[in-house]
């Protein structure tokens, strides 16, 4: 059986005035933990991680991955939307991450995307996600910064820091529309979840309108929120924890006051109750 990771962090997102802090420590911080517990590790690092780099990434995690096999992978940085060009969105757009070169190239990793990726994985795969970005929000264009620095940061970035002006939804005069009415929107790694009993997704925000993961500055360093209580939560459980056990545990510490954000554990119940990185 292999234990394979792949672990992608991004701070710097060249051209849109929109940088995080903590995204390569979260990175950083997964590949150790998960090199502790047995895994192989791949790691994409700021410009490491352009759009055709993640798919070639991903593409080679899972396509040589044979039953029995554990694969996880983890992404901090910003998440996105862009307009739907398939039809098969009911409010119309596609959930996206965000790659380094989102700006420069001009385009998102879409859920549509990343569900062609995984229809690859042979059967009896398991396949664990956890995602440490926002999938919500409804700003086209972003706020101005905040000038505090250490102030918690949402991992959003609206279309209108990265998308031309051409591309943008329009309002019914013809203008850029300022904000967009969405629906219940998901985070881009649920297109690749199946709802098999080897799938699971662990993300740092619930699913819906306006629901944020934030960057954040904690004990002096830089991390998400919530990959830092993810982590520091792990240390503490038994050997034997689920990860049922373990989403628990982070609720603890999440949402609270600095970090009004929900994590949540997408899976079956035979999924949720599978031992922690088995």
Known sequence: MAKKALCIGINNYPGTHMD??????????????????????????????????????????????????????????????????????????????????????????????????????????????????????????????????DAPRPRFMPMGNWMPDKDLPRSRSGGVAPFINIGASASPFLAAYTRSEDDLLLSGCQEGPNNFSYDAKISGRYNGAFTYYALKTLKTLSANATYKDWHDAIRRYLPSASYPQTPQLVGTLTARQMKVFS
């Open 20 to 149: 995080l802090q903590g995204c390569v420590n979260d990175a950083q911080d997964w590949s150790n933990v998960l090199q502790s517990r047995g895994f192989v590790i791949s790691t994409l690092l700021d410009q490491q991680a352009t759009k055709a780099a993640m798919m070639s990434a991903m593409s080679n995690l899972i396509n040589p991955a044979v039953a029995g096999d554990s694969l996880v992978i983890t992404f901090s940085g910003h998440g996105t939307y862009q307009p739907d060009k398939d039809g098969d969105e009911v409010d119309g757009l596609d959930e996206a991450l965000c790659p380094y070169d989102i700006q420069t190239k001009g385009e998102a990793l879409t859920d549509d995307e990343i569900h062609t990726l995984f229809k690859a994985r042979k059967p009896g795969v398991k396949l664990v996600l956890i995602s440490d970005s926002c999938h919500s929000g409804t700003v086209t264009r972003a706020a101005a910064a905040e000038p505090e620095a």
